[in-house]
């Protein structure tokens, strides 16, 4: 088995990896649920890699994610369900469908404005299709006002435009320092939580708290999953800061004490001020 630039050597080697005694033991174990999680993570490393402007990478990263489509289209074709060209004739019959404007045999041009609101348009038309596909024991009994929000989103993202949908019909605080509030009481009830040591009202109750959060962050304006983010990357250099200044001394983590930690995580929070200073009102984590 060689490398090639055809997709069709790319479906073979999944499809060598998930045969049976001559395949690969781990692949082999791995189901739809299993894999899911590596699906989103790849994902993930694709939108990092355009972040960092790194083409090379991002090269790399999108192999891999295309290698999660074609590990589930394999999955499927093994239950007989549809294959991996099956996958590819529905997403182009879609783009096709979606831009009469490029695609459709008659004459006819769409302004910039008009092109999404006919991209809505046909996904309605094509989700009202769908939904007639299904059996009737299968269609919802109510249609609620959120049925609309995609539930593969990452969390953050989907709590985000769970309480955007709400809020269009006036299910909202009207002031961020209201949501503020309501991060303190979800705190306070965590807090109780911990005295009662009450494992899944704890868990239970920090999702509340990140909803909560969640909710403060669309009122001033900030993408919780960029918020996050940016603090990640915040984190890691001050973490690093601290390995480079005990590494000078000669010392490694294992011999530091968290007091010693502390006091240059402060350092380097310090530093980060002086190089990038705050925003007038603003304070850092």
């Known amino acids: 088995m060689t490398p090639c630039r055809d997709i069709s050597r790319l479906i073979e080697i999944m499809a060598a990896l998930r045969t049976p005694v001559t395949g690969c033991p781990w692949d082999l174990e791995q189901d739809f649920a299993t894999i899911a999680p590596y699906t989103i993570e790849e994902a993930y490393e694709v939108v990092d890699a355009i972040a960092r402007g790194d083409l090379d990478d991002l ?3 999108l192999g891999d994610l295309l290698l999660q489509v074609v590990y589930h289209a394999q999955m499927a074709s093994e239950q007989n369900a549809f294959a991996f060209g099956d ?11 979606r831009h009469p404007h490029v695609f459709a045999d008659k004459d006819g041009n769409i302004q910039p404005a008009g092109v999404k609101s006919a991209w809505d348009r046909i996904k309605a038309e094509e989700k009202a299709e769908r939904a007639a596909r299904r059996p009737p024991e ?19 993202t989907r709590a985000m435009e769970l309480q955007r ?17 309501k991060i303190r009481e979800e705190a306070d009830e965590i807090e109780a939580a911990l005295d009662r040591n009450d494992k899944q009202e704890l868990a239970e109750e920090t999702g509340d708290l ?29 973490f690093a800061y601290i390995e480079k200044a005990l590494a000078a001394k000669g010392r490694s983590l294992d011999g530091a004490s968290l007091e010693e930690m502390d006091a ?3 350092e380097a929070k310090s530093a980060n001020t002086a190089v990038v200073p705050a925003k007038a009102g603003t304070h850092t984590a």
């Open 264 to 266: 240059l995580w402060n």
């Open 210 to 238: 990140m909803f909560a959060l969640v909710n403060l962050a669309r009122h001033v304006d900030a993408d919780p999953e960029a918020a996050l983010r940016a603090t990640n990357a915040k984190f890691e250099r001050r």
């Open 138 to 156: 299968e269609a919802p009994s109510h249609k609620s006002l959120l049925s609309g929000v995609k539930a593969g989103q990452p969390a953050l």
């Open 165 to 181: 949908k709400a809020s269009t019909v006036g299910f909202d605080w009207n002031d961020p320092r209201a949501v503020l509030q």
């Open 59 to 61: 090269r790399e990263e």
């Open 87 to 97: 996958v590819v004739e529905a997403i182009t019959r879609k783009m096709i469908r």
